[in-house]
């Protein structure tokens, strides 16, 4: 059974930091692009960044770059997701996402969850 | 960016009615258009991809069809389980999703 469990979420001050991790089992890991989507309360969701099977392609929103790095460790299926000076806007629901292809079309194929980032002094 | 727009935002129907949920996108996405599914508290759930194809183990009731700019998703008749939100997503470009269609029972 495909699985992806978010964890490292929690309760931080602006201008802090935080770590998220996704462990995925059920799937070769190594061999899927992955993303992460947030969602704030009462919001749609929103695409943060991704990252292709090997690490070496990466892509962020433009509302995260330069404060969020994606990283993946594909001897432990794990993705990570770094946060930095983090600001109240941050605040969301963060899912670590599995993309799948049909043809050249990709889609989000399997969700986790979610960890629950509160950005707040 | 390419922005996408759903309507309605919101919708009330009955057990048994036949829903379209509709969503444009700013500019042509040929097929890149997903659907899913999201219920409070439960990870979203995939229910068609490249703008008709069913996702396995989505019933039959829901299907999608469009390209371009303008999408349908259709439930040909509504179930209990069925009243959750809706979002579309363009996978064109950087993913965006609509800002989501909330289905209600009447």
């Known amino acids: 059974e495909v699985q992806v469990v978010e964890s490292g979420g929690g309760l931080v001050q602006p201008g802090g930091s935080l770590r998220l991790s996704c462990a995925a089992s059920?799937?070769?890991?190594?061999?899927?692009?992955m993303h992460w989507v947030r969602q704030a309360p009462g919001k749609g969701p929103v695409w943060v960044s991704r990252?292709?099977?090997?690490?070496?392609?990466?892509t962020y929103a433009d509302s995260v770059k330069g404060r969020f790095t994606i990283s993946r460790d594909n001897a432990r299926n794990t993705l990570y997701l770094q946060m930095n000076s983090l600001r109240a806007e941050d605040t969301a629901v963060y899912y670590c996402?599995?993309?799948?292809?049909?043809?050249?079309?990709?889609?989000?194929?399997?969700w986790g969850q979610g960890t629950l980032v509160t950005v707040s002094s | 960016d390419i922005q996408m727009t759903q309507s309605p935002s919101s919708l009330s129907a009955s057990v048994g009615d036949r829903v379209t949920i509709t969503c444009r996108s700013s500019?042509?996405?040929?097929?890149?258009l997903n659907w899913y599914q999201h219920k409070p508290g439960e990870a979203p759930k995939l229910l068609i991809y490249?703008?008709?194809s069913l996702q396995s183990g989505v019933p039959s009731r829901f299907s999608g069809s469009g390209s371009g700019t303008d999408f349908t998703l259709t439930i040909s008749s509504l179930q209990p389980e069925d009243f959750a939100t809706y979002y579309c997503?363009?996978?064109?470009?950087?993913?965006?999703f609509g800002q989501g269609t909330r289905l209600e029972i009447k």
């Open positions: 059920g799937f070769t890991f190594r061999s899927y692009w």
């Open positions: 990252i292709n099977s090997d690490g070496s392609s990466i």
């Open positions: 996402v599995r993309e799948s292809k049909h043809w050249f079309v990709p889609y989000f194929d399997f």
């Open positions: 997503q363009q996978s064109y470009s950087n993913p965006q």
């Open positions: 500019q042509s996405i040929s097929s890149y």
């Open positions: 490249a703008a008709s």
